[in-house]
């Protein structure tokens, strides 16, 4: 029988702008999650409780002045979990599992993901949602990204821009310096690809809050097409 997963060995980094009404449903999710007893949220230059809300549900906070981009609040993060790591004298450091601020308390079904990081059969994860909803504008950036990670490496993700990741300490680091903005996720997989690591999707139970098709969500997409295709050119 196995013995289940070791407490405290994975740390959960989320990144998070202007969600103080879904990041505290998120973090109590997180923090019940299987071998996490670590939960680092990096406040990307939010206006609203995000920091606070997100402190009082358990997480250890750092806190952007400005909005740097998904990709330098991950960065961030993970440089947090390490100073932990050091400080608590650990004698291997813990593995990441990136969450979306916005998961809410289906957080609570991530765990999937960090199960074969623990079990050493993969260097990363990446989420397949069991359930998706299509929204107008979406697909352009999806496909950009799905289309370049197969040119670039010849695999095809069903998922590529999903940001919800399990990660030994050691691919993070492979990875660095993370792609700019929303094309971290496009890059992530290549990047690791290229160097001969192990990824595997995983399906799970998640679901975001949906962003619809207004103007905000259009410019929203905009800036994730951007990131993508500064990432892929960078690469291709």
């Known amino acids: 029988m196995s013995a289940g997963p070791v407490p405290d060995e994975v740390a959960v980094v989320i990144p998070a702008r202007n969600e103080a009404d879904r990041i505290g449903a998120t973090v109590t999710a997180a923090l019940g999650l299987p071998a996490v007893a670590l939960v680092v949220v990096v406040d990307d230059g939010s206006k609203d ?3 606070a809300v997100a402190r009082q549900a358990g997480a250890v906070v750092v806190r952007h002045a400005r909005n740097r981009g998904k990709g330098a609040a991950l960065e961030t993060g993970a440089e947090a979990v ?3 790591d050091q400080r608590e004298r650990r004698d291997r450091p813990r593995h990441l599992l990136f969450l979306d601020a916005d998961l809410g308390g289906t957080a609570a079904a991530a765990g999937p993901l960090t199960e074969p990081v623990l079990a050493g059969t993969a260097d990363m994860t990446i989420a397949v949602f069991a359930k998706t909803v299509k929204l107008g504008g979406h697909g352009l950036v999806v496909g950009l990204s799905g289309s370049g990670i197969r040119r670039a490496t010849g695999w095809q993700p069903a998922q590529p821009l999903n940001g919800q990741r399990g990660l030994t300490r050691a691919a993070f680091e492979a990875a660095r310096p993370l ?3 929303w094309g971290v996720e496009t890059a992530l997989t290549i990047d690791l690809l290229r160097q001969g690591l192990r990824i595997r999707e995983v399906e ?5 809050r949906a962003t619809g098709t207004g103007m905000r969500a259009q410019l929203h997409r905009a800036r994730q097409l951007t990131d993508v295709a500064r990432a892929l050119a960078a690469r291709i």
């Open 49 to 51: 409780a995000t920091a």
């Open 82 to 84: 390490g100073l932990v």
């Open 179 to 181: 792609a700019r903005g």
């Open 204 to 208: 799970v139970d998640l679901a975001h």
